[in-house]
């Protein structure tokens, strides 16, 4: 596997985590491609570290989000949207390291997330 920072992403990460997810550390939050998968049908995925690996290293909880470029670079705006407020979406409010399942996180709670962003970015006048 091949990792780039993905500024493009990590820009609209943070867009949506300020209009959706404020308890969410952007200072502690990085996207990145991914290159030369071998996982099936696996689009992103979002890393957490483990409170023990932060309390043993002396650091805050950080987060990698990863985007897979074979497949996310073939969705259209609104999919790749969507995939990044599911991935923002498995970081929980206490922001702690740990990881919110996908009996939560799944299509109906990320369309409701979606539906509700594209209305508040409407009321700001950003769209």
């Known amino acids: 596997m091949k990792y ?3 500024e493009d992403i990590q820009k609209e990460a943070e867009e949506i985590s300020r209009i959706l997810f404020p308890h969410i550390d952007l200072a502690n939050v990085k996207c990145f491609r991914s290159r030369g ?3 099936r049908g696996t689009i992103a995925r979002c890393h957490g570290l483990p409170k023990v690996m932060q309390k043993a290293i002396g ?3 950080v987060y990698a989000l990863e985007f897979l470029t074979e497949r996310f670079e073939k969705l259209d705006k609104e999919e790749k949207t969507k ?3 599911h991935e923002l979406m498995h970081i929980p409010k206490s922001f702690g390291g740990g990881f919110i399942h996908h009996n939560f996180v799944n299509e109906r709670s990320v369309n409701m ?3 509700e962003y594209k209305k508040r ?3 700001n006048g950003v769209l």
């Open 4 to 6: 780039e920072t993905a």
């Open 83 to 85: 995939v990044i407020i």
């Open 113 to 115: 997330a979606y539906r």
């Open 59 to 61: 650091i805050k909880a």
């Open 37 to 39: 998968t071998s996982s």
């Open 121 to 123: 970015k409407y009321e």
